[in-house]
């Protein structure tokens, strides 16, 4: 089930950057955590968790990503909207994947499959397709 809306994305060389966006109404991610997930090349339908924000502003970073992967999260002046950003720098190779943004109360799986709502995962997004090659 997709309610969030991500846009971004794209293809890239080798040390180049991108961002991800991952909006959606506010109650989608009030009190809870938004997750940005990734969906590597022959992983089939397992989604791994990258990183995280909760809505207190603790964050979690995968050991692959720390130090290159920046989230963040905003909420619209009239609180009715939030978006979550990924701000991704020095690329690689590994980094190719489908990317996918979702949230729940707590995330407490690293690998979950992905887009499905469970008792963990609530909402997801789309899903946007980050290439980087040489």
């Known amino acids: 089930d997709v309610q969030l809306i991500q846009t971004g994305g794209g293809s890239v060389q080798v040390g180049g950057s991108l961002r991800l966006s991952c909006s959606g109404s506010?109650?989608?991610?009030?009190?809870?955590?938004a997750g940005w997930y990734r969906q590597s090349p022959g992983k089939g339908n397992e989604c791994e968790l990258i990183?995280?924000?909760?809505?207190?502003?603790?964050?979690?970073?995968?050991?692959s990503v720390k130090g290159r992967f920046t989230i963040s999260q905003d909420n619209t002046q009239d609180n009715t909207k939030t978006v979550v950003h990924l701000q991704m720098n020095s690329l690689n190779f590994s980094d190719t994947a489908v990317y996918y943004c979702a949230s729940g109360e707590k995330l407490y799986s690293h690998y979950v499959a992905c887009k499905r709502v469970n008792g963990e995962l609530e909402v997801w997004g789309q899903g946007t397709q980050v290439t980087v090659s040489s």
């Open positions: 506010r109650a989608n991610f009030e009190g809870s955590e």
């Open positions: 990183s995280s924000i909760d809505d207190n502003g603790i964050r979690y970073y995968e050991e």
